[in-house]
């Protein structure tokens, strides 16, 4: 991983327990696999535990590490370092994708109530005038307030699953989209199923949390976007691609429709574009995902994974091979 996340990733508790679990061959960062160091831990390592910055994990470099068995990711996707000639060998990967959920979906909860509330747009009026709301400021808005607020999730992620979850503190109806789900087990999570387009006509908030694949690229298109009825608050925490952002941008500039983006197509935008200078789209840089002090809860997951594999367990967060095509 990258030198700089060590401390982050693995705060001293966390160390600890990753030195009484395992033994380092080295004891500090491995950032390039071609250097001297690499190599001599290469040829007997186990277990790789990797981070953000990981070279890739080829089938070059597998035939240097004759002993390994297993690949822990001690942060989200796997997809864009490690090659699919690791389960070739039978290496077991894990990922600590369920970790950095947890963040993300906090910001996403965070998201939906202060969007259903108007806060952005009824703050930028406050801080420009210093004067108290008025009757005419409320009578602008479609709607305000969660009660009796309807949900649409696109994608039973492990984020969209925990958003499922957080909304119960809210007197919400979800609704879900995800092919891959079916009556049963979207009741099961808190949720009615339903078809993208019936989600996105007739929620108050549309919240993304869907993978990037080829498939799921342009899922919030132009025509979905006009079926989304006046008010509706999109939230993308997922990624930009999902949402045709140009498509989105005149239903924002108009105020047909609010926004939080973590994320957008292109990203960041660019300087001029709309989008920066309305009140009621809020842009956040990126940074719903695990930041500062939440970082160290992927170590932490890594490391319980590590103790599993030593014990001879099967991992708690594994990363199949039959679900690379479509998870993040």
């Given amino acids: 991983m990258s030198p700089g996340l060590l401390d982050d990733v693995f705060p001293p508790p966390v160390r600890a327990r990753l030195e009484e679990t395992a033994d380092l061959l080295e004891p500090s960062v491995i950032s390039e696999f071609d250097s001297p160091d690499a190599t001599r831990a290469l040829a007997s390592a186990e277990v790789l535990l990797t981070g953000w910055g990981c070279p890739p994990v080829d089938a070059a470099l597998l035939d240097r590490a004759p002993e390994l068995r297993a690949v822990i990711h001690a942060a989200g996707t796997v997809k864009t370092f490690l ?20 963040p993300v979906a906090e910001f996403t909860l965070a998201a939906i109530i202060m969007g259903a509330k108007r806060v952005f747009p009824l703050a930028g009026l406050f801080r420009a005038r210093r004067t108290h709301r008025t009757g005419a400021d409320l009578d602008r808005q479609h709607w305000l307030g969660t009660h009796g ?31 891959y789900v ?9 949720a009615t199923r339903t078809d993208l387009d019936t989600l996105v006509a007739t929620s108050d908030v549309v919240t ?17 976007i006009n079926l989304m009825r006046p008010g509706t608050l999109l939230v993308n925490t997922a990624r930009g691609p999902l949402v045709d952002t140009e498509a989105l941008t005149g ?59 030593a014990r001879g367990e099967p991992f708690g967060h594994p990363v199949h091979r039959a679900d690379l095509g479509r998870i993040a």
Avoid: K
């Fill in 208 to 224: 993304v949390h869907a993978p990037d694949t080829p498939e799921t690229r342009g899922l919030i298109d132009a025509r979905r």
């Fill in 251 to 309: 239903h924002l500039v108009s105020g047909r429709l609010d926004a939080v983006l973590d994320v957008t197509s292109p990203e960041p935008l660019p300087a001029g574009h709309p989008l920066w200078e309305l009140p009621n789209v809020f842009l956040t840089p990126h940074l719903a995902g695990a930041q500062g002090n939440e970082v160290g809860r992927l170590g932490a997951l890594a490391v319980d994974e590590l103790a599993r594999y």
């Fill in 83 to 102: 090659s699919p000639a690791a389960y070739d060998r039978g290496i077991v990967v894990s990922s600590a994708a369920a970790a950095n959920a947890v």
């Fill in 149 to 179: 607020l309807t949900v649409g999730v696109v994608g039973a992620s492990r984020i969209g699953r925990r958003v499922i979850e957080l909304l119960r503190v809210l007197d919400a109806r979800v609704l879900l989209y995800d092919p």
């Fill in 182 to 190: 079916g009556d049963a087990e979207a009741e099961l999570i808190g």
